[in-house]
């Protein structure tokens, strides 16, 4: 039996593609957002870390 049969069994499995699509665009989206609002000195403190002496 092919794993396709399996998951036609499972009772509102249609959900759950939407579901995953609507978090993934929902996270890049608000990434996005955040990278584009955020404070342009706390990007240039971020992007200097992995050069910091400590």
């Given at each position: 039996?092919?794993?396709?049969?399996y998951l036609e069994r499972i009772t509102g499995v249609g959900i759950f593609p939407l579901t995953s699509l609507l978090i993934f665009v929902g996270f890049f989206t608000v990434l996005l957002l955040w990278v584009l609002k955020a404070d342009k000195k706390y990007m240039e403190i971020l992007k200097n870390i992995p050069f910091e002496d400590k």
């Open positions: 039996m092919k794993f396709i049969n």
